[in-house]
């Protein structure tokens, strides 16, 4: 499903209610910079965990409208569900994930829809701890079964599942996101030509 998102989102709108992180306070929006755009508006957005993912979603979407319209490009954005019908869960296969990870391309403003259920979690890591099915601080933890994770910078994103073992039979993701394209730079109009009509002189050759 592809929307048209006039500007990046800022971070905090990826992690929504349900989300924790040990590096930045939990839901704080940052300004985002980006080259050849002006620059989002810092957002704050404060959402009770306790709310329904029913009345979250409407909230969510009014954040990010107000925030789009603050942009003047357009940016295609493409809602990935992770791991398709089955969503996210421990796999038939170790390398279920990212078989289906190398079948898609990313790029900046991307959407990945986690959904899952039981008692693990859904870890966005670093390099290291997804190799290691382990983190003791992720970037964010998220536990609502039902996680929006927007792709807001280029580079490689990492996830795992909370639980080790889980993690260890391939339930762990790792995409790599494309950068925008460079703006196309605008062609100049070339300067109107001249014409004369009728007979030219030359005044410096003029006979006296």
Known sequence: MTSWLTCLVPPCVATFAGATSTSTPPLQCKTIHLKGTSNCETMKQHV???????WRLPLILVVISL????????VPATLFRVGGPMGWT????PDFYQTWASSHNYTIGDILEFSYTG????????????HRCHSSHPIYNFSDGMTVFGLFYSGS?????SDFHSCKKGQR?????LPLPPTPKRRRSPPPSSSHHGAWRDSSNTEH
């Open 48 to 54: 009770s965990s306790s709310m329904s993912l029913r």
């Open 67 to 74: 925030t789009l319209l603050q942009q003047p490009i357009l």
């Open 90 to 93: 421990v796999p038939p296969s």
């Open 119 to 130: 008692p693990s979690s859904l870890q966005n890591v670093r390099k290291e701890e997804y």
């Open 157 to 161: 994103s990492y996830f795992i599942s």
């Open 173 to 177: 993701l790792a995409v790599r996101v």
